[in-house]
C-alpha cells in the first residue's frame, strides 16, 4: 500500500511539472501575439486547497507567485512554505477583522473592494511600520453575487486611496462572469484593460498600473492576449481540485 501512494504521489508531481510546462508555453504563445515577451507576464499558482507540499514543489519547478483564497488556509501552511524569492498573495476576500492575521505575512492583498477595508489594512500596516501592496478588484460584470468594486468607483475610490500611508495600489484585478462565448469573455478582459490604461494615467504618491491580474486556468490565454499581465491557475496547474 505504501508502494502505491508512492508511486501516485511521484505520478502527481510528474503531472504537475508537465502541466507547469504546458502552461508556460501557452503563456508565452499568448504574450507574443500580444505583442509581449513570455517574461512580461506572471504566472500565480492558485493554491486553495492544495497541500503544502505540493506547493513547494511547484515552487521548485520556478513558480515565483503563489495565491491563497482563505486567511485560515493561508495561516495553517504559512510556517511549511519553502518561499525563497516566491512571494505570496491574498487573492481571496478578505475581512476587515482578519486584517491583523495577513499583514506582514503577505507580499500583496489582490482583492481589495472597499474604503473601509483599505483604510484597515493602512492602519495595520502602519502600526507594523509597513507598507502593503494591494490591488483593487473591480467587479467587471457587475454580478450580485461577486465582490469587488463597480468600475465606476473606481476613480472616487483610488482619490481617496491616495491619503492613506499604509498601502500602495500596485493595479487591478477581475474575475469575469462565465460566457457561453469567448468573444463575450474577452469583451470584458477588454473592459478591464481599458480600465487599467486609463487608471494608468492618474498615478499618485501610493498608487501605480504595475499589475493587471486576470485569467485563471480556462480562460487565461485569452486573458493575456487582451491586456492581462498576471495570471491565477490552480486546477491548471495542480489538477481538479478535491473540497473533501
Known amino acids: 500500500m505504501t508502494e502505491k501512494l508512492s508511486t501516485e504521489y511521484e505520478q502527481r508531481l510528474l503531472q504537475i511539472r508537465r502541466n507547469y510546462e504546458h502552461i508556460m508555453s501557452r503563456i508565452a504563445e499568448a504574450a507574443e501575439k500580444s505583442g509581449r515577451k513570455p517574461s512580461d507576464i506572471k504566472l500565480l499558482a492558485a493554491t486553495k486547497t492544495v497541500s503544502y507540499d505540493i506547493i513547494n514543489y511547484a515552487i521548485s519547478l520556478g513558480i515565483k507567485y503563489i495565491g491563497e483564497n482563505k486567511v485560515q488556509e493561508l495561516n495553517s501552511k504559512y510556517d511549511d512554505y519553502k518561499l525563497g524569492d516566491c512571494q505570496l498573495h491574498l487573492i481571496g476576500h478578505l475581512q476587515t477583522n482578519k486584517v491583523k492575521q495577513v499583514v506582514g505575512k503577505v507580499s500583496m492583498i489582490q482583492s481589495l473592494d472597499s474604503i473601509k477595508l483599505a483604510k484597515e489594512i493602512s492602519k495595520v500596516s502602519i502600526a507594523s511600520g509597513l507598507k502593503t501592496d494591494v490591488l483593487i478588484e473591480v467587479n467587471i460584470g457587475r454580478e450580485e453575487n461577486k465582490t469587488g468594486l463597480a468600475p465606476e ?20 484585478m477581475a474575475i469575469p462572469p462565465i460566457c457561453d462565448e469567448r468573444t463575450e469573455l474577452c469583451k470584458y ?36 492576449v487582451c491586456g492581462s499581465n498576471m495570471v491565477r491557475i490552480g486546477s491548471g496547474l495542480f489538477g481538479a481540485r478535491s473540497y473533501t
Open 153 to 172: 468607483r473606481l476613480n472616487e475610490m483610488l482619490d481617496e486611496i491616495s491619503e492613506f500611508n499604509g498601502i500602495n495600489v500596485k493595479g487591478l
Open 189 to 224: 478582459f477588454e473592459d478591464m484593460y481599458k480600465l487599467f490604461v486609463d487608471i494608468s494615467r492618474k498615478t499618485g504618491d501610493n498608487i501605480s498600473m504595475d499589475y493587471l491580474s486576470m485569467g485563471m486556468s480556462d480562460d487565461y490565454y485569452e486573458a493575456i
